[in-house]
């Protein structure tokens, strides 16, 4: 494949140890290697080969499961993780992928109920949509002509009277926070802002940490003496846990380690384009091409099972496009 010509890598590698696939004697199978050491480094070289695929601004989501040996967890998603941080890449995300259901016949531990998604990228600069994947709010505000309440109950009432009578600012201060909340006020009134939260200095603490080295907020209680957090009408971004079901409506196949598409939709909206091209260097029966598809995307397959490559051709052939 030639340099730099995929927006996004979706996939999923077999998992060490845990299935034997029907390729017969291929050597290139991902999976089987006798030590799980190899099976990083096999990995870590074949997104070497994503890499230089992948457009400059693209990303790759790597879903990986986890394996006991001897009744110790490996911590396999993140021996890959860490391995292809060390190569080069990004890491942006962790996303926990919470699966809602399972079983377990082990007695001596906690049932297992996700698994790691991780979102790399080549480059600080990507391209992201984050208006694709924003939550819409549930509830509007509240907007009369003698008030103004946001979507969960914010007046300002009570910020106002903290800025009026604090001790720790100064009058400028007081005159500058005054503003900043009614600029808020406005800005929910125009639609802009759906809720937002004020911290004062001497009112209340700055969020995770009050040192300045550490965080911007408690530098910005110092320097300014409040900060906003607004949460805009648009939408808020989702969160890096994802309760997602593990069967798919397409179980007719023999594929026994299929995701479901709904993993994809985040993935896809965000990080390719629409009419970008959707890579999965481990195809399977082609759920990556499929959820690309009908996401107005592109999609690429590669894998070695002939029978697999025939089911994802039957499930693309199914969709009714014209190509």
């Given amino acids: 494949m ?27 199978e991902i999976g089987n290697e006798k030590e799980f050491e190899q099976y990083v480094t096999n990995l870590t ?12 601004d693209g990303s790759l989501w790597l879903n990986l499961g986890d394996k ?18 060390d190569s080069g890449w990004i890491m942006r995300n962790d996303v926990i992928w919470h699966q809602l259901k399972g079983t377990q016949s082990c007695k001596d531990r906690l049932r297992d109920s996700y698994e790691h998604v991780f979102h ?12 694709a994947i924003r939550i819409k709010p549930t509830k509007l505000p509240t907007v009369s002509s003698s008030n103004t309440i946001s979507s969960t109950g914010v007046s300002g ?13 100064t009058e400028q201060e007081k005159a500058n926070a005054l503003k900043a909340l009614d600029d808020t006020l406005a800005e929910i009134r125009t639609g802009l802002v759906n809720d937002f939260r004020m911290t004062i200095r001497g009112a209340q603490r700055a969020w995770h940490s009050d040192s300045v080295k550490i965080s911007g907020r408690a530098k910005e209680l110092v320097n300014r003496g409040y900060y906003i957090m607004k949460i805009y009408a648009k939408g808020h971004l989702p969160s890096d846990v994802w309760d997602i079901v593990t069967e798919d409506t397409w179980r007719k196949d023999s594929h026994c380690a299929v995701y479901p598409e709904e993993l994809l939709i985040t993935p896809i909206l965000a990080t390719c384009p629409e009419n970008g091209i959707v890579l ?19 999609g690429v397959g590669i894998d070695l099972s002939p029978q697999y490559i025939k089911t994802a051709q039957e499930r693309i052939d199914n969709l009714g496009f014209l190509f």
């Fill in 280 to 298: 999965d260097p481990f195809n399977g029966t082609g759920t990556t091409v499929v959820a690309s598809l009908k996401l107005g995307r592109c």
């Fill in 45 to 56: 070289n074949i997104f070497e080969e994503a890499k230089r695929v992948l457009r400059k």
């Fill in 120 to 131: 790399f990228v080549k480059s600080k600069k990507y391209y992201y949509d984050s208006d």
């Fill in 2 to 28: 030639d340099n730099e010509s995929v927006n996004c890598i979706i996939t999923s590698p077999p998992y060490w140890g845990m299935r034997a696939y029907d390729n017969g004697d291929d050597s290139r």
């Fill in 157 to 169: 009432k009570k910020y106002r009277k903290l800025i009026q009578e604090s001790t720790e600012l």
């Fill in 68 to 85: 006991y040996v001897d009744k110790a967890l490996l911590g396999m998603p993140w021996r890959v993780a860490i391995s292809l941080m």
